[in-house]
């Protein structure tokens, strides 16, 4: 048995997930080491400053501020104190093409009326909807989502059958809106949550209808800054416990010895001996890249979340028409998800619009406004031959026509500062798995205990932790895999 205190973790890595899981690791006593290959922490989750815009890369919503609670609470800290989050309320506007329009609110009156214009005396329903998500949001939380599980039986095994039944885990996520709303705008709203994931409302499971719920019962929030605020807000209370972080240390490989991990080496060729490592790295990165040849597994069969094309845009005017968060829904909503799901481009681009500007000020100059845009792509590997300079002027056009076709005037000559991203360069910046925005998918067996471990089965001594792993995707999720795989490493050493 060894003892914690003398004991050395590396963790290849600074996104959320790494950082998450270096503050557990080192407030359970161990001497933790983050080897970052970038030259600033946070990975998706980073920033773009240029002529007085802020930009965010990645996630823009922020959910679930309970979570971060939880990971300052860790080091005797409180978040709310550090991190002030600015409330956006109303949330989020859906725009249909035909001139429809909704918009969701956390206050419950709002979004009842909002509602009734969808559906007549949508009330009972949208209260039932509410009733049930909310317990499905508590069973989920308390009992399934954070707990690490080796096998089904483990995972389920805390709960009573009622419960497993009230999951809807059998039913997909599309057929459970429609026990409640008839409306099929209500549902094409609240279905869209499914995109958070990256995935589609028609193969994920019902139980993520706690995705609307979870924003309409605990508010979506912009930190003050914007989000790398917080994420620079999580980097100091790692380095305050004690942990080091190396940025602009890219690891090249993970050495394995007689199915023990032993070490890491850089791309500079130096090594560092350690029986523990955590990956950051997305998993099937890892464990088809970073592991030696013969420890190496074939990752072709991973299925992996679309990619995305992100703009960001500094703007030369106030945009009045559109709030801080906008979806821009296609005609065929059910279409558009199977043509992204089998790897093609959709006839009809759906695409999110955030304007933090809109709620914190200080991210852009007076009179301008940031603007990310984001476009659900396919992944790389069905876009091999693509010429992406040519596709991306290709989007831009659509935007800004689907813009002007809800009278919202926008023009290349509007725009003064700009930076494209297209897969090719999420995968490299990051080494995201064929481009994947948001790691692996999140339909039925692709959850909990059938998600990829957050250890390996094969090399002893080596974790995962991030999107690709448990829980799953979205900045709370990987703070709560940080925390899952901190306990997994307790439960092997002690
Ligand atoms: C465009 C976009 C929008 C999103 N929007 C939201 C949102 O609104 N809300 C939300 O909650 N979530 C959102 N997400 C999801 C969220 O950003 C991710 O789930 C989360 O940030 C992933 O964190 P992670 O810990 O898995 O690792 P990552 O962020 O992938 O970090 C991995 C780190 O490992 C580093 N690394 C890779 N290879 C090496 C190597 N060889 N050596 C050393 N370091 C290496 C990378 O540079 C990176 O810093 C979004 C994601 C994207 C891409």
Partial sequence: MSTIRNKKIAIIGAGLGGLSAAIHLRSAGFDVTVFEANEYVGGRANKIASKGFTFDTGPSLLNYPW????????????????????????????????GNHLQLSSNFSQFLFELERFEDRVGPAATR???????????????????????????????????ISQLTLFRSFNSELKKYFKSKYIREALGSYAMYLGGSPFELPGIFTILPYGELAYGLWLPKGGIYALVEKIQQLAESLGVEIRCSTPIQEINVAN????????????????DIVVSNVDVPTTTSQLLPKTSRKNSSRWKMTCSVVTMYWGINKKLPEIPHHTIFLPDHYEKTFEQLGSGNFPDDIPFYISIPSKSDFSLAPQGNETMFVLVPVPLLSHTRNLDWKKKVDELKEQVFMRLAWHNIPLSTHDISVEQIWTPNDWAQKFGLYDGSAFGAVHTLFNVGAFR?????????????VGASTVPGTGMPMVVLSGKMTAERILSHVH
């Fill in 259 to 274: 199915g023990k991990c032993v070490g890491i080496t850089t791309a500079t060729g130096d090594f560092y001996p350690y």
């Fill in 67 to 98: 979570v971060f609670e939880q990971l300052f609470a860790v080091a005797g800290r409180s978040f709310k104190d550090e991190v002030p989050l600015i409330p956006v309320n109303p949330s989020i506007k859906f725009y249909w093409r035909n």
């Fill in 129 to 163: 909807f509410f009733r049930t998500a909310s317990k499905q949001y508590q069973i989920a939380f308390d009992k399934l989502v954070a707990k690490n599980a080796d096998t089904p039986l483990q995972w389920f095994g805390n709960l009573t059958l009622s419960e």
């Fill in 452 to 464: 990829h471990k957050n250890y390996d089965v094969d090399v002893q001594g080596l974790y995962y």
